[in-house]
């Protein structure tokens, strides 16, 4: 559930901006402060989400009877990957069967660690004790929010593997890279190589100079060895965005990054980027996931396909079709019984005049 995309920009444009809803439920677990914080694709059945639980911060693992998505799933066990004081978890990113996440010092938001699960075999998640590590480092002085870890990157760069870390709302992201190429050699280590700052930062070439408060990061490598972060997050008005940086990294001067492009995606149902959002590459296709804020008794996840998926959606019940590139608020508000996806523009018996100013092209 991860690798390479040939063309990370076209990827990053192709994800469909209305998601699908599915449902599950979470079982015996109950969430203790903070919020649902990162989502990431397991396998084909099964999802993993960071909360911070009644006994420290957790990954949940929730399975679906067949396919992730389709029926509804449950979470059927969890892992504790921080206590007490790290009792708060964070965005997560999981590459090549190996999921990495923060855990935060949730009082005085001021030091965090790195925690590292194999899960490969989704039944027996298990922690690589060898790869994490405290934040700051020895030596360095406790500073409030610089040090916490909210959101985890990890992908694979060529022959090693480069990890991201951001600080609280991902102000800072701080960059790793592995001296080994197998991350569950216990002789395996990552170590720091550039920190970037988003409040000193040069934005004079970004498509625009907003930063948003992320709650994930998802590093994507480019076949062409090109390096970018994609990141989710909800806006002051409400509105869900994700948004794509392409990033430079270098051991002799300042990472460079710049925002490339940013895109405008419809949440239902109580499911947002301001709680758990991730990204997944497929068979070299981009999706984006997001969730619902809190475990409930019935948790929404909206899942975004990549790929160049349909352009319209048609409500059943009224016949009226609307546009998926640049949905109106009318289509949020549909339920997934009256929702029909299509690349067919003539599909509905009336147009909404909202989505479609102007003629439709087939």
């Not at 947002?272 to 008794?297: C, K, M, N, Q, Y």
Request: proline share 5%; glycine share 10%; net charge negative.
């Amino acid at each position: 559930m991860s690798g390479e995309l040939p063309d990370v920009l076209a990827a990053f444009e192709e994800i469909a901006p209305l998601g699908a809803v599915a449902r599950f439920e979470r079982g015996s677990l109950r969430s203790d402060g903070g919020h649902l914080q990162g989502v990431g694709v397991v396998d084909e059945r099964t999802l993993a989400i960071s909360t911070s639980a009644s006994e420290g911060a957790a990954v949940a693992m929730i399975e679906w009877p067949e396919r992730a998505g389709f029926g509804l799933g449950r979470v059927t066990r969890h892992v504790i990957v921080g206590r007490d004081p790290f009792l708060h978890a964070g965005g997560l990113q999981i590459t090549d069967g190996i999921l990495a996440v923060g855990v935060e010092d949730s009082e005085a938001h001021e030091r965090s660690s790195t925690v590292f699960l194999d899960v490969a075999d989704p039944a027996a998640p298990a922690l690589l004790d060898h790869l994490g590590f405290d934040r700051p480092p020895r030596g360095e002085p406790r500073v409030e929010k610089r040090w916490t870890a909210g959101a985890v990157g990890l992908a694979r760069h060529g022959d090693v593997y480069l990890l991201a870390v951001g600080s609280w709302d991902s102000a800072q992201i701080d960059f790793y890279v592995s001296n080994l190429g197998d991350l569950r050699d216990p002789a395996c280590r990552f170590r720091p190589v550039a920190e970037w700052d988003s409040r000193s930062a040069d934005r004079s070439d970004w498509i625009d100079r907003s930063y948003g408060s992320y709650q994930s990061l998802h590093v994507l490598v480019e076949a062409t060895g090109a390096t970018f972060v994609a990141a989710g997050n909800r806006n002051r008005i409400g509105e869900d965005w994700i948004d794509l940086f392409s990033v430079e990294l270098s051991e002799e001067t300042e990472p460079k990054v710049v925002k490339v492009a940013k895109r405008h995606l419809t949440c239902r149902e109580g499911a947002s980027f301001r709680w758990a959002g991730g990204f997944v590459t497929v068979d070299g296709v981009l999706h984006a996931i997001a969730t619902g804020r809190d475990l409930e008794p019935s948790t929404t996840v909206n899942a975004f396909v990549g790929g160049g998926g349909a352009r319209y959606v048609v409500n059943t019940r009224t016949g009226t079709i609307h546009s998926l590139l640049d949905p109106c608020p009318y289509v949020a508000r549909m339920t997934p019984d009256h929702l029909l996806t299509t690349n067919d523009p003539t599909a509905g018996t009336e147009r909404c005049g909202f989505c479609f100013p102007e003629p439709v092209d087939a």
